[in-house]
């Protein structure tokens, strides 16, 4: 077994800020994942990366920078914070061989 | 582009009654994996049930869904609801290399007593 934890768990910022999340597993999986959900809209993939060093835009990386220093671990940038911003920003990792992925609980920004 | 698609954005059910979910998706394709992940209050979400397996039924906690790839549908059910399964359901999609999940819009499931 494994977790993931995501830190901070409450992310307060002003308009304009920079924000930066962060993202943990022990899983040893290759793959790590950043979504942000919004009441409706289900679950969005801002970045992924699919080994240490590597990065890969989702549909909704504008806005958002990210970092995969070692394998272990997946950072998020908010670039500049907007009021709109304020959900939930996922973390997850991938078994490669059962294609399922794992979440952490999640980091709630709010904007203000 | 691969597409999931859930039409209920909220599902209301009496305790006991039968609970069904839906689920179609679009992609190019011919063997798509299609999961069901559940996400409750104050937890993380996590895989409910998966299959890439065409017609067969895969079950998991007292759910089931089957995998029709005549219809692109994966439409999640369960004989009878409890209040515990109150929860938000979200349909997802793997095509090709697995690397990436398209998630559906999600359905808020709420059982009442």
């Known amino acids: 077994g494994g977790i993931i934890t995501q830190t901070p768990k409450f992310l307060i910022g002003q308009e304009g800020q920079k924000l930066t999340l962060k993202c943990q597993q022990n899983?040893?999986?290759?793959?790590m994942y950043w979504y942000r959900q919004d009441s409706g809209k289900g679950l969005r993939l801002i970045y992924y990366?699919?080994?240490?060093?590597?990065?890969q835009k989702g549909d909704l990386s504008e806005g958002y920078d990210a970092s995969r220093e070692k394998k272990s671990s997946f950072s998020l940038t908010v670039t500049s914070a907007q009021k709109n911003e304020m959900a939930v920003f996922l973390c997850?990792?991938?078994?490669?061989?059962?294609?399922?992925?794992?979440f952490g609980p999640g980091t709630r920004l709010t904007v203000l | 582009g691969d597409s999931v698609t859930q039409t209920e954005g909220l599902v209301t059910l009496t305790e006991g009654l039968p609970v069904m979910l839906n689920c179609t998706y679009q992609?190019?394709?011919?063997?798509?994996?299609l999961f069901w992940y559940v996400h409750y209050l104050n937890e993380s979400p996590r895989l409910l049930l998966k299959?890439?397996?065409?017609?067969k039924r895969t079950e998991h906690q007292g759910f089931h869904a089957t995998l029709h790839k005549s219809s692109s549908s994966f439409h999640l059910q369960k004989s009878s609801a409890q209040l515990s399964d109150s929860a938000l359901y979200y349909c997802?999609?793997?095509?090709?290399?697995?690397?990436?999940?398209?998630f559906g819009t999600g359905t808020l499931l709420s059982v009442k007593p």
């Open positions: 992609t190019i394709y011919s063997n798509p994996f």
């Open positions: 997850a990792s991938r078994d490669w061989d059962s294609y399922e992925q794992y």
């Open positions: 899983f040893n999986h290759d793959t």
């Open positions: 990366s699919i080994t240490e060093n590597d990065l």
């Open positions: 997802a999609l793997s095509g090709g290399s697995g690397n990436k999940l398209i």
């Open positions: 299959s890439s397996t065409d017609n």
